[in-house]
C-alpha cells in the first residue's frame, strides 16, 4: 500500500496528515501540497512544499476549501481544520513530509519558531535551552505518534533482557506479554517496554504469596 505523510507543527500543536490507498497517492498528496507555499520545478514537472510556513489569510482561506473538498474522499483531512483554525495570524508553523525527527532536531526547529513568532533573538534562546535541556537530550529521546507508529524500549533481543522490575533475565523470566511503558489507560498505544518480564514457574508461586 502506498503511503506519504506531513508532519505539521507550531509551537502549540502538532499532528500528522497521513495519504494512503492501494493504488497512486501522488494526486492527493500534490492537491494537499497546492494550498501551502510550495516551489515548482518546471524541468521535473513537480512541486515541493515549502518546510516552513505562515498563516496568512489566503493560507487559512485555501485550507479550509480544500479540506471541505476532500473530507468524503479522506475523512481524516478534517483533523487539519482544528490545527490551521488554532494559529493566530502571521503565525509560522512548520510542515515536513516523511521525516522522522530526534529530539534534538525538534528542539532546534522549535526554537526558530520562538524566534520567528516572538523576534526574539535565535543564539539567545539556543543557549538558553541548551544550558537546561543539553543533559537531557544526551540521555533520552522525544517521539511524537501518528496513532499507528510503534516505539519499543530496551533491546529486542530477549535472550539479553533483564526485568526492570525484578532485575532476572531471561532464564527466570518470560517476555511474551506486551507492556506499555505508560499505561494504556493513560492512551497509549505506541510506546512498549521489552523490560517488562513474567514471572515463571515457582518464581510465580513466590510472586503470588
Keep these: 500500500m502506498a503511503s506519504f505523510e506531513f508532519m505539521l507543527f ?34 521535473e514537472k513537480r512541486c515541493s512544499i515549502n518546510s516552513l510556513q505562515s498563516n496568512t489569510n489566503k493560507l487559512h482561506k485555501k485550507v479550509l476549501d480544500f479540506i471541505e473538498n476532500a473530507k468524503d474522499v479522506s475523512p481524516q483531512i478534517n483533523k487539519l481544520g482544528p490545527f490551521i483554525s488554532k494559529l493566530y495570524h502571521g503565525e509560522y508553523f512548520y510542515i515536513l513530509p516523511n521525516v522522522k525527527l530526534e529530539s534534538a532536531k525538534i528542539l532546534d526547529l522549535g526554537n526558530q519558531l520562538i524566534a520567528l513568532n516572538t523576534n526574539v533573538d535565535l543564539t539567545s534562546i ?14 533520552y529521546d522525544l517521539h511524537s505518534f501518528n496513532g499507528q507508529d510503534r516505539v519499543s524500549i530496551s533491546v529486542s533481543d530477549k535472550a539479553k533482557r533483564k526485568c526492570r522490575f525484578c532485575g532476572k533475565d531471561a532464564l ?9 511503558a505508560i499505561s494504556e489507560a493513560l492512551g497509549n498505544k505506541g510506546i512498549i517496554c521489552n523490560k517488562a518480564g513474567d514471572i515463571q514457574g515457582s518464581d510465580l508461586k513466590m510472586a503470588e504469596i
Design 10 to 43: 507550531s509551537l502549540n500543536q502538532s499532528m500528522v496528515v497521513k495519504f494512503e490507498g492501494s493504488g497512486d497517492v501522488e494526486p492527493a498528496v500534490a492537491s494537499f501540497i497546492l494550498n501551502f507555499a510550495f516551489q515548482l520545478n518546471q524541468e
Design 126 to 139: 539556543q543557549d538558553k535551552y541548551s544550558l537546561i535541556f543539553a543533559d537531557l537530550f544526551d540521555n
Design 172 to 180: 527466570l523470566v518470560q517476555f511474551k506479554k506486551k507492556a506499555h
